[in-house]
Structures are given as structure tokens and as C-alpha cells.
């Protein structure tokens, strides 16, 4: 099976090796091939990394079948952040191994420590659903108009203007100042304003 292997510390001074160990061992012992190492040197309060970026988008293009940590909160300082990368990566159908919090698909007790961090994802989904869907009401009954700006009519005619002209959406893009979806409502979709 092709793994993946992410280690992170978080400053300079620390030693990524210990980690790295860890997870090789591992994988030797699980009999994993093919492993692909990534690992970052900074907070785990930062969501965007290097090396975690990397490996989000090999996992987006199923290059491996799983990925392997030493600890879940190397995936991120904050367990929210971590379970929800866990709960991107399980519904990816990649496995999710912790060598230090003993989650390994294959086990019984693997499987329930994955699906009691599943089930927290979960919770902490729908929690935020409700929380959004009730500031949502509050905001429209006190008289608030909720949504987006609608486009000005100048902004509307500049982009029929531009693709008159030939340009391409992405010349239209940088002169007009709209986002490519912005753009593709308007000449794709009829969007006058």
C-alpha cells in the first residue's frame, strides 16, 4: 500500500527524525511500500504549510492510500483542525495512521478511535451549521440584507465591453477587477446585474 508519512515541529531547534522514525518503523512493520515523506518546520496554528499542502494535494490526486502521523496534533496545534483534516482525508478514503494514539484502520480499537474522531467532526460540523444558520436569522430579522452586493451596471457593461474587444476571461479578469466566476456569471449565465 502507498503511504504517506507527515511529521511537523515547530521551531528550527527540533528534531523532525524522532517522528520520522517512529512512522517508518511503522510503516516497516505494517508492511507498507512506497512511502513518501513530508514535513514542515512551523506552527501547527498555521493551516497553510509547505509540506502539508503537498501532501493534501498528492492526496487530492490519490497518489497513496494513507497517511501517517506520530501524533494527530502534528497535523495541527488546535484538535478541531486536526479532526477536520483527519475527517478530509477518511472521506477521501485515505486510512489515517497515529503511531502514538494507536489509530490503525486494520484494529479494532483502531477503528474506534477513528470513528469516535469522525464523530466529533461531525458534531463540530453540524454545530457550526446551526451557529451560521441562527446568525443568519438574527441578522435578516433586525433588517440586515444578507448576501453579496449586487454587480454596478458599469462593472456589468466594462466586462460585455472587454469580451466585445476579444479579450480572454483572464485578461477580462485583471482588467475589470472580477473574479473568473464573477465573469462567467455574466457573459456564461446572462447576469445583467
Same mark, same amino acid.
Given at each position: 500500500?502507498?503511504?504517506?508519512?507527515?511529521?511537523?515541529?515547530?521551531?528550527?531547534?527540533?528534531?523532525?527524525?524522532?517522528?520520522?522514525?517512529?512512522?517508518?518503523?511503522?510503516?516497516?512493520?505494517?508492511?507498507?511500500?512506497?512511502?513518501?515523506?513530508?514535513?514542515?518546520?512551523?506552527?501547527?496554528?498555521?493551516?497553510?504549510?509547505?509540506?502539508?499542502?503537498?501532501?493534501?494535494?498528492?492526496?487530492?490526486?490519490?497518489?497513496?492510500?494513507?497517511?501517517?502521523?506520530?501524533?494527530?496534533?502534528?497535523?495541527?496545534?488546535?484538535?478541531?483542525?486536526?479532526?477536520?483534516?483527519?475527517?478530509?482525508?477518511?472521506?477521501?478514503?485515505?486510512?489515517?495512521?497515529?503511531?502514538?494514539?494507536?489509530?490503525?484502520?486494520?484494529?479494532?480499537?483502531?477503528?474506534?478511535?477513528?470513528?469516535?474522531?469522525?464523530?466529533?467532526?461531525?458534531?463540530? =460540523?453540524?454545530?457550526? $451549521?446551526? !451557529?451560521?444558520?441562527?446568525?443568519?436569522?438574527? *441578522? &435578516? #430579522?433586525? /433588517? +440586515?440584507?444578507?448576501? =453579496?452586493?449586487?454587480? $454596478?451596471? !458599469?462593472?456589468?457593461?466594462?466586462?460585455?465591453? *472587454? &469580451? #466585445?474587444? /476579444? +479579450?480572454?476571461?483572464?485578461?477580462?479578469?485583471?482588467?475589470?477587477?472580477?473574479?473568473?466566476?464573477?465573469?462567467?456569471?455574466?457573459?456564461? /449565465?446572462?447576469?445583467?446585474?
Amino acid at each position: 500500500m502507498k503511504v504517506a508519512i507527515y511529521a511537523r515541529v515547530s521551531t528550527p531547534g527540533q528534531e523532525l527524525e524522532q517522528q520520522l522514525n517512529a512512522c517508518r518503523d511503522f510503516c516497516q512493520y505494517k508492511k507498507f511500500d512506497s512511502i513518501q515523506e513530508y514535513t514542515d518546520v512551523c506552527s501547527g496554528v498555521k493551516y497553510s504549510r509547505p509540506g502539508l499542502d503537498a501532501m493534501l494535494k498528492a492526496a487530492r490526486h490519490s497518489k497513496y492510500a494513507g497517511v501517517v502521523v506520530f501524533r494527530l496534533d502534528r497535523l495541527g496545534r488546535r484538535i478541531m483542525d486536526s479532526i477536520m483534516l483527519f475527517d478530509e482525508l477518511s472521506r477521501r478514503g485515505i486510512e489515517i495512521y497515529s503511531v502514538h494514539e494507536g489509530i490503525d484502520p486494520s484494529t479494532a480499537a483502531g477503528r474506534l478511535n477513528k470513528n469516535l474522531i469522525l464523530a466529533f467532526a461531525e458534531y463540530e =460540523r453540524d454545530a457550526i $451549521s446551526e !451557529a451560521t444558520k441562527q446568525r443568519l436569522a438574527a *441578522l &435578516k #430579522a433586525s /433588517g +440586515k440584507i444578507l448576501g =453579496r452586493k449586487p454587480l $454596478s451596471k !458599469a462593472k456589468v457593461r466594462k466586462v460585455l465591453e *472587454l &469580451k #466585445a474587444e /476579444g +479579450k480572454t476571461y483572464r485578461q477580462i479578469r485583471d482588467l475589470a477587477g472580477l473574479s473568473l466566476g464573477k465573469i462567467s456569471e455574466i457573459l456564461v /449565465g446572462g447576469k445583467n446585474v
